[in-house]
Nanobody
């Protein structure tokens, strides 16, 4: 099982980025997939999640209205579209897979990818 996050970079406030989580070794639709982030000196926090099967989506209050999450089952990829980025969105973003359902708690997830750095700065 592998998850590989990509798409991070250095952007200015107000810019957009799309992160990708490429998965392999399992059937994507059988797992809830989440994005977490961790800023320097802060605890990891859940950003967004998309449920298995019905594709229900969840977002942290801090990103609601700015981020969207989607999944493309044929390519086994989950995307996090981030718009109107703010400096406080800076951090390392991780994708994770859970066999059961979405949760804000990282311990709930069975598999994790390596992170991709997002830096929002002028």
């Amino acid at each position: 099982v592998q998850l590989q996050a990509s798409g991070g970079g250095l952007v200015q406030p107000g810019d957009s980025l799309r992160l990708s989580c490429a998965t392999s070794g399992f059937t994507l639709d059988d797992y809830a997939i989440a994005w977490f982030r961790q800023a320097p000196g802060k605890e990891r926090e859940g950003v967004s999640c998309i449920s298995k099967h019905d594709g229900s989506t969840y977002f942290a209050d801090s990103v609601k209205g700015r981020f969207t999450i989607s999944r493309d089952n044929p390519t086994n990829t989950v995307y996090l579209q981030m718009t109107s980025l703010k400096p406080e969105d800076t951090g390392v973003y991780y994708c994770a897979a859970a066999r059961v359902f979405c949760s804000e708690y990282g311990s709930w997830y069975n598999y994790w990818g390596q992170g991709t750095q997002v830096t929002v700065s002028s």
